[in-house]
């Protein structure tokens, strides 16, 4: 079952001065399967980030649709939006976005606080996640006391604990050193192995190599996807820097 379908998306943008029209996504198509982990990749300027932020409702497209579990996110009034990314999507971003004012608990806390959510509530739902991602002796400290990797655990904690239909992250190890990378690329694995989709846009070979699938977006079109299938971690690290060989030389888009 397809949790999101993504169809005939086509964004332009009009530029501030002149009035020239920037075509930054064209015709792209594609969905995720219910608990598929999927990477998006593409150089800068190939329509990553406009895409995301559609996916994420932030931006509307030009043309074309986008369906969360079947309903259009068209049909989502402005007013309704914030509530519905707040119950139905988690987001990792590269540099955290965590409020240095709050402790980690506090951050993680805050999308239940807007819902409304009782304080022993907030804890239930925190703790298993917690556990989950060994962050359970820092949630007391602040993001100025921890270092990047847990700061980017307790960000993946905050996109868990609303049950989020899908978790889309943008970069998400793109600030971390080596090790921290390693060690969050293998709890998405993990969550992603417990049922949980997941969408993330990455220059990473590294991080993408974690994924089930990987889109490969050029020029604001789709160009080519893999699938890991049975290959080791190390084969499909290659496979798909093969593929990003070919996206920047060119060559035919899949069909």
């Known amino acids: 079952m397809a949790i999101l379908e993504v169809s005939c998306l086509r964004k332009i943008y009009t530029t501030r001065f002149g009035g020239n029209q920037v075509e930054?996504?064209?015709n792209v198509s594609f969905s995720v399967e219910q608990g598929e982990y999927v990477a998006i990749m593409g150089e800068s300027g190939s329509g990553k980030t406009t895409l995301l932020n559609i996916l994420?409702?932030?931006?509307?497209?030009?043309?074309?649709?986008?369906?969360?579990?079947?309903?259009?996110?068209?049909a989502i009034k402005?007013?309704?939006l914030s509530a519905f990314r707040r119950d139905h999507l988690?987001?990792?971003?590269?540099?955290?976005?965590?409020?240095d004012t709050f402790s980690l608990q506090d951050n993680i806390f805050l999308p239940l606080v807007l819902a409304g959510k009782t304080y022993r509530e907030m804890v239930q739902q925190?703790?298993?996640i917690a556990r989950k991602l060994g962050i359970e002796g820092i949630l007391q400290k602040y993001p100025y006391e921890v270092s990047g990797g847990q700061k980017q655990?307790?960000?993946?904690?905050?996109?868990?604990?609303?049950?989020?239909k899908l978790v889309l992250a943008d970069e998400p190890t793109g600030a971390l050193d080596s090790k921290s990378a390693a060690?969050?690329?293998?709890?998405?694995?993990?969550?992603n192995q417990e049922g949980q989709s997941v969408l993330m846009v990455?220059?990473?070979?590294?991080?993408a190599s974690h994924a089930g699938r990987v889109l490969f977006i050029r020029d604001g079109e789709m160009f080519h996807q893999i699938y890991r299938g049975n290959q080791t971690q190390e084969q499909f690290y290659q496979k798909i820097a093969d593929a990003l060989t070919l996206l920047a030389t060119g060559g035919e888009r899949y069909a």
Do not use: M, W
């Not at 988690?90 to 409020?99: C, I, P, S």
């Open 202 to 207: 990455t220059h990473s070979v590294q991080a």
């Open 24 to 26: 930054a996504l064209r």
């Open 78 to 80: 402005e007013t309704e």
């Open 56 to 74: 994420a409702a932030l931006d509307r497209p030009t043309s074309g649709e986008v369906l969360l579990e079947g309903k259009p996110l068209s």
């Open 153 to 164: 655990r307790a960000a993946v904690a905050r996109a868990l604990i609303t049950h989020p």
């Open 183 to 191: 060690s969050l690329l293998e709890a998405f694995r993990e969550i």
């Open 126 to 128: 925190l703790a298993p």
């Open 90 to 99: 988690g987001f990792v971003f590269q540099e955290f976005n965590l409020l």
